[in-house]
């Protein structure tokens, strides 16, 4: 019974790793990323299936399985870029955009998320209402910044820097109807690399890009 039991995890493991790889196969030969039905079907059937617990080590994968992981971070990477594009884009054609923030899919997530980390956030810093936070990677929705700035850190500047100037466009339209977070967002178009010393000057940083 020992010998057979030992086979099932592994059989699931290698379950899992062919079906991400044949996910990758799909998305890999799609002419674009930008949300549709596909995409759609096909990232949704990405997160169904990595979210049951698995105890795979990557490091232990095959080379080629690693470099098929890393491709498939950069896909979700740029999808999610897109995504956020569209919706961004949608939500600024409104007169006030963040009135109709809800329509973004999953808005009620980021609530979530937002007071996990402002939770996570208030075990670590003596100052619970830090006068400036740097965000690193926002992108064209920033909706992290925009949920804690909005619901927990009201009184707090929000630095946001992400090295496209497009994404940043698109975020700034999204505040610059809000008297308040209009004066408390700020954007910045530059490369982090640059100015990474200068992130001692803030009192928390978000690491707010996907990293492979």
Do not use: W
Not at 2 to 24: A, D, F, K, T
Not at 65 to 84: D, F, N, P, T, W
Not at 147 to 158: C, I
């Amino acid at each position: 019974m020992g010998s057979l039991g030992s086979l099932v995890p592994c059989n699931q493991e290698e379950m899992l790793v062919q079906n991400v790889c044949e996910i990758y196969d799909n998305l890999s030969t799609l002419q674009s990323l930008k949300p549709s039905k596909d995409v759609d079907t096909l990232f949704t059937r990405l997160v169904l299936t990595c979210m049951p617990p698995s105890p795979i080590d990557v490091t232990k994968l095959s080379g080629k399985v690693q470099g098929i992981r890393s491709k498939l971070i950069r896909l979700c990477g740029e999808a999610e870029g897109l995504l956020e594009s569209h919706f961004s884009a949608l939500l600024g054609s409104y007169d006030i955009p963040l009135d109709h923030i809800s329509i973004f899919p999953y808005y009620t997530n980021y609530i979530k998320l937002g007071r996990l980390e402002y939770t996570i956030m208030s075990n670590y810093i003596t100052n619970q209402n830090p006068s400036d936070i740097a965000f690193i990677g926002s992108g064209p929705l920033p909706l992290t910044s925009i949920v804690l700035a909005s619901n927990h850190l009201k009184s707090t500047t929000f630095h946001n820097y992400d090295i496209d100037r497009s994404a940043n466009a698109l975020a700034t339209n999204l505040v610059a109807a809000d008297p308040d977070l209009s004066k408390r967002m700020l954007f910045h178009d530059t490369d982090i690399m640059k100015v990474s010393t200068g992130l001692s000057d803030y009192e928390v940083v978000f690491l707010a890009a996907l990293v492979v």
